[in-house]
Nanobody, 118 residues
Framework: QVQLVESGGGLVQAGGSLRLSCAAS????????MGWFRQAPGKEREFVALITWSGGMTNYADSVKGRFTVSRDNAKNTVYLQMNSLKSEDTAVYYCAARKGGSSWSSWGQGTQVTVSS
């Protein structure tokens, strides 16, 4: 099992930036990808971004393209989400997740609150 610990959430004004981190530990061998999801109050959890562990290939939701950047540090088993030009619509609990090649995201972090004020 992979354990994920997130940090970096908080309160920021619209137009500002935050950098989220997610450190993976445990059985991180052969990890395929890590990703970010978010869930706003009353809404379903939605995909934000992912990065493959070995190749660094990224994918983003249309709503964050051009504003968010996902990256990883393989040596530190850590994935980052740089969030720029934040909007009030980005307010949500952000979760990191990991997968080892299957179709499901099998490991999840505890979530960190991101609040963007107008």
């Amino acid at each position: 099992q992979v354990q994920l610990v997130e940090s970096g959430g908080g309160l920021v004004q619209a137009g500002g930036s935050l950098r989220l981190s997610c450190a993976a530990s445990g059985r991180t061998d052969s990890m395929y990808a890590m990703g970010w999801f978010r869930q706003a109050p009353g809404k379903e959890r939605e995909f934000v971004a992912l990065i493959t562990w070995s190749g660094g290939m990224t994918n983003y939701a249309d709503s964050v393209k051009g504003r968010f950047t996902v990256s990883r540090d393989n040596a530190k088993n850590t994935v980052y989400l740089q969030m720029n030009s934040l909007k009030s619509e980005d307010t949500a609990v952000y979760y990191c997740a990991a997968r080892k090649g299957g179709s499901s995201w099998s490991s999840w972090g505890q979530g960190t609150q991101v609040t963007v004020s107008s």
